[in-house]
């Protein structure tokens, strides 16, 4: 429980940090794409410190940027 809390403050000092500037210059596509971005980072850090995400998110992802690299014919 306190690892969550911590995620989610650090978060939050990430939010604190960044949104007053992009609000001030009414970057808002900036905005929302950083919180998107937050939030897709939270979600995923709280799952695998929860244990709900056992493998790591590259695990699941890599297969399909390997499907999708073949596709348009890059090799490595």
Known sequence: ??????IILAFG???YYEAPGLIKRKLWREL??????VLTGLTLSILRTTG???????DLVGPVGGSISRLVGLRF
């Open 1 to 6: 429980m306190v690892n969550v809390l911590g």
């Open 13 to 15: 000092v990430i939010v």
């Open 32 to 37: 929302a794409v950083l919180i998107l971005l």
């Open 52 to 58: 709900v995400l056992y493998k790591c998110w590259v």
